[in-house]
């Protein structure tokens, strides 16, 4: 790749906050986002599991109300996040030419609330009473569409869908359109609204899902000997990613350069992670080839650290194999244990997190790490946020997902 | 007879609900394409709601003859007798 690409604006809406700022000091500070679910359903279903990580901010409170008619709440999320990265990069209003603007936004799973709303719809009231806008609601393009018309963005308005790892993939999809020389700016991010009776009943019956029901700010806990599921959240993550030229020439200020990334699948099972990490190890690898980067470069990675016993070993594995003896040196930062894991937005968020840690030189703190797994001997982030060292540094954004994704991405300081 | 009043009141609601416009701009003479800027699937969003809220049927084929406002509020005083 010829063409530097930096990052000049972000975004979010989270567990933490409902914007950037916001989520950052709670990221700092360590904030546990899960809280005891209040809605009738969870009594009504008996579900298993009756808390996640609900957005801090509910969307309907900063959008127009047709807004929120016409969108999913997935898409809500997204258009939150993305206004909030564009107004950040001091785009809004600005002079663009809508042929080299393009879009990159991901979710796991897209409009799971229409959908399933609107079958209740038709069951109990008849096919007519379905909306008309069902299916742009639905679908899981939904947001990069969505998002397309808000900002003219006519270069192409892509969606990655790859489960956990859709969040890294999209930027790692965006940083390919720019590097076309086609494209100058891209929003890049995921989105994920997925807090439903069914999501949650059908990851809670493959045993993926904390069952800490009686204290669920404690239950995400990423790398911790009591760890015993992931912790489902909401919310979305958004980057404005444009070359260095184009953001040199509009005098844009610049947080992070996107140094590269890359995506690669295990092959091995379709929900566990290979045991060896060997698609992780290889995604690591090929981050940091594309990033012109050694591994000597790299001090901190946020981690993808789900908090299920089985996910989190291998991770350290992958690591372990790409960094040897300097992954000492390396801090490693477990944010979804305060935001739990917003699945196809988690990527996005925890990019976020990782351009900030490099912009501001301070890696955010992992919570709920009593008694640190043996087998997980990480330096982490632990008991306070830490400084980083100044100087040119590389920070790594790491996802893997369902289906034997794994995606991940390399930050350079500037 | 029903109330055509009570029926522009109601359509109002359901087009702010679905707009965002304000209740008071939609009066009997504007025209849903032309001066509410209402297009095809939001139509159909109102027209489901208004057979919801007023109990009446209203067939696809006569949505294009429901050229205003007006129109609107005198089919549906018709269906419900």
């Known amino acids: 790749m010829s063409r530097r690409l930096v990052i000049t604006g972000l975004g979010a809406t989270t567990p933490l906050g409902g914007d950037v700022p916001s989520t950052w000091d709670a990221a700092l500070a360590g904030t546990a986002g899960a809280k005891t679910l209040q809605q009738d359903w969870v009594e009504k279903y008996q579900l298993p599991v009756t808390f996640a990580a609900e957005v801090a901010v509910e969307p309907a409170e900063v959008l127009a109300r047709p807004e929120t008619r016409r969108m999913d709440r997935s898409t809500q999320l997204g258009m939150v996040a993305a206004r909030e990265a564009w107004a950040d990069a001091g785009l809004q209003g600005a002079e663009l030419d809508g042929e080299r603007v393009g879009v990159s936004f991901a979710t796991g799973i897209g409009g799971v609330w229409t959908l399933l709303d609107s079958w209740d719809t038709l069951r109990e009231k008849g096919p007519r009473r379905v909306l008309p806008m069902t299916v742009p609601m639905l679908m899981p393009n939904g947001a990069s569409g969505a998002i397309s018309l808000e900002l003219g963005a006519k270069a192409g308005a892509r969606t990655a869908v790859s489960a956990c790892a859709s969040g890294v993939e999209a930027l790692i999809m965006a940083l390919d359109m720019l590097s076309t020389g086609d494209v100058d700016v891209v929003m890049a991010g995921g989105t994920e609204a997925a807090i439903h009776p069914l999501p949650l009943a059908a990851f809670a019956n493959m045993q993926a899902l904390s069952r800490r029901n009686d204290d669920p700010g404690a239950a995400s806990r990423p790398y911790d000997v009591d760890r015993d599921g992931f912790v489902m959240g909401e919310g979305a993550g958004a980057l404005v990613i444009e070359t260095e030229e184009h953001a040199r020439a509009r005098g844009a200020t610049i947080y992070a350069e996107l140094a590269g990334g890359a995506v690669t699948s295990d092959a091995h099972h379709i929900t566990a992670p290979d045991p060896d990490g060997l698609g992780a190890t290889r995604a690591l690898r090929r981050a940091l080839a594309s990033a012109s980067a050694s591994v000597q470069d790299v001090t901190h990675v946020n981690a993808h650290a789900t908090s299920t016993p089985l996910g989190d070993v291998p991770e350290y594995t992958a690591m372990k194999a790409v960094f040897g003896n300097h992954l000492d040196e390396v801090c490693v930062s477990a944010t979804k244990s305060q935001t739990g894991h917003l699945l196809g937005a988690a990527g996005a968020v925890e990019s976020v997190l990782t351009v900030k840690a490099l912009a501001e030189r301070k890696a955010p703190v992992t919570i709920n790490l009593d008694n640190q797994d043996p087998e997980i001997p990480l330096d982490v982030v632990a008991g306070s946020a830490r400084d980083l060292d100044p100087g040119e540094q590389i920070g790594i954004c790491s996802s893997f997902g369902f289906g034997g994704h794994n995606a991940v991405a390399a930050f350079r300081t500037v | ?81």
């Open chain 2, 1 to 81: 007879m029903a109330d055509k009043n009570a029926i522009l009141a109601g359509l109002a609601e359901i087009v702010e609900e679905e707009t965002g416009l304000e209740t008071e701009e939609v009066q009997l003479e504007k025209s849903f394409t032309e001066d509410l800027d209402i297009d095809s699937i939001s139509m159909m969003t109102i027209v489901v709601n208004a057979e919801e809220k007023f109990d009446v049927k209203i067939p696809d084929e006569e949505v294009k003859n429901l050229t205003t406002v007006g129109d609107a509020v005198e089919y549906i005083a018709n269906a419900q007798g």
